[in-house]
Structure formats: structure tokens, C-alpha cells
């Protein structure tokens, strides 16, 4: 537990001041059910062999599908997908209601327009906190051209200084 001294809206303002990137995280159980979120903590951990991490709030109803799911699939998403991004900010069951998408390793919804997407194998999963830290193996990737959707200081914007979007 923290230290009563210690300002967790202060820290996480702080927090705020390193762009990230944003992604959505999907993966499908084995008895069907879809769980997808957004998530700014995704980093590269490893080359050979091709490793990525992400964590996941201990509290999200989707932790426990996308823990148990055998293969995970990470988006980033492009400049103008802000619909995307909020649709997997929020907690519910209907998500993927009217999102296209197909079907990756795993079952895991994949959707089209992104700059990358990543299908992972569910690797290892470590205490974080707060959080899950998931590890994942990359099996199969995929790029494209374009811009990338940026959060910054609680806000979603592109690269164009002074500018954000809603």
C-alpha cells in the first residue's frame, strides 16, 4: 500500500508527461468469449525470441479472458481510430458490437487499419502491482503506413504539436 504521503493523482499526472502510443489488446477463450481493451502500456521486451509486454489492471473485467486465452492479438492503432480506442477504454459486454473484425491464432479479433498487429502466443504473466504484467511470443505480425494515435497528458491526439483529438 502506498505511503499516505505520497500523491497518486500527482504521480500519475506525472505519469501523463510520456507519450505513448495506444493499442488494443484482444484475445477469445476457449468457450468463446471475446474480451478486448485499450491499453498504453505495451513495450517490446525481446528480439530473439520476439517478446512483448503489456499489464492489464488487476480490477478489468477482461483479465481473466485474456489471461486464459492461448494467444493474445496487440493493435496499434492508427491516427483517426479514436472511436476504436474509447469503444475498448469501457467495461462492458458488448465491445465488439458493430466492430468488424476477423479472426486470428487463437480466435483473437483482429481489426483492419492499424499500424501493426501482433499475434502472440500467451507466454507468462508476472505480479504487478495494481496490474498483471502479460508476456506474450510474437508468431505473426503485420505493418502499415500511416500515423500513429498518440496519449498524452490524459488527452488522445497525433503528432502535430498543440493539437489533440476527442
Do not use: Y
Not at 478489468?60 to 479472458?65: E, N, V, Y
Amino acid at each position: 500500500m502506498a505511503d499516505q504521503d505520497f500523491d497518486t493523482r500527482a504521480f500519475r499526472d506525472a505519469l501523463g508527461n510520456f507519450a505513448t502510443g495506444v493499442t488494443v489488446v484482444t484475445a477469445k477463450s476457449e468457450d468463446g468469449t471475446l474480451a478486448g481493451v485499450t491499453a498504453s502500456s505495451f513495450n517490446s521486451v525481446s528480439l530473439d525470441p520476439p517478446l512483448i509486454l503489456w499489464s492489464l489492471d488487476r480490477t478489468s473485467p477482461s483479465l481473466r479472458t485474456l489471461e486464459s486465452a492461448s494467444h493474445f492479438c496487440v493493435h496499434i492503432l492508427a491516427e483517426g481510430q479514436n472511436d476504436l480506442c474509447m469503444k475498448f477504454a469501457k467495461s462492458g459486454d458488448d465491445k465488439f458490437n458493430g466492430v468488424e473484425f476477423s479472426e486470428g491464432l487463437g480466435g483473437a479479433p483482429m481489426f483492419d487499419g492499424c499500424l501493426a498487429q501482433f499475434e502472440c502466443r500467451n507466454l507468462v504473466h508476472h505480479d504487478g502491482g495494481d496490474h498483471v504484467i502479460i508476456i506474450g511470443e510474437v508468431e505473426r505480425f503485420e505493418t502499415a503506413d500511416g500515423e500513429p494515435l498518440v496519449f498524452f497528458r490524459g488527452q488522445l491526439g497525433d503528432l502535430t504539436p498543440g493539437q489533440k483529438a476527442n
